[in-house]
């Protein structure tokens, strides 16, 4: 069953349905993986270091110890909660936006529909990156696919 989109965003649709029927053939955990690689990839696009913040340092070692087995889903689901806390207190659009991606990639460890939700953010980036550029939209979902295969 195809996944809902649950954020306002200017996408490439065929694409995003593309990267949907991958998504509904892959295990959570794989999700989980792909998920991370794409909070790393987007945090690189808007040139925020993240490894100074120890609040999303954790989280992906949170979500990194659930793949194998050394830690709960509530644990990443509160990993996940603290990104997003993150997200609320800054001011900075474009980086709001990336943190909701990597709170959302954190908690696919929670659940699985985390991945395409932190997709979607993703796009949102792009969006307000690169305001009207549907070019950049569809590079974006082409890495995803890319990296989701």
């Not at 709960?72 to 800054?90: N, W």
């Amino acid at each position: 069953m195809a996944t809902k989109v649950k954020i306002k965003i200017n996408d490439a649709v065929e694409l995003r349905e593309q990267l949907d029927h991958i998504y509904e053939n892959k295990s959570q955990m794989e999700l989980a993986q792909w998920a991370i690689n794409l909070a790393k990839h987007i945090l690189s696009l808007v040139g925020y270091d993240y490894e100074n913040e120890s609040i999303i340092i954790d989280g992906f070692a949170t979500n990194e110890k659930w793949q194998i087995g050394e830690a709960r889903m509530h644990d990443v689901r509160q990993a996940g909660f603290k990104v997003h806390r993150l997200a609320k207190e800054t001011t900075d659009v474009i980086l709001q936006a990336a943190l909701r991606v990597v709170g959302q990639a954190i908690g696919t460890g929670h659940m699985r529909e985390h991945a395409m939700v932190a997709s979607d953010y993703a796009v949102k980036v792009i969006n307000l990156k690169f305001p009207a550029d549907m070019e950049a939209v569809k590079s974006e979902r082409e890495w995803q696919i890319r990296a989701m295969k």
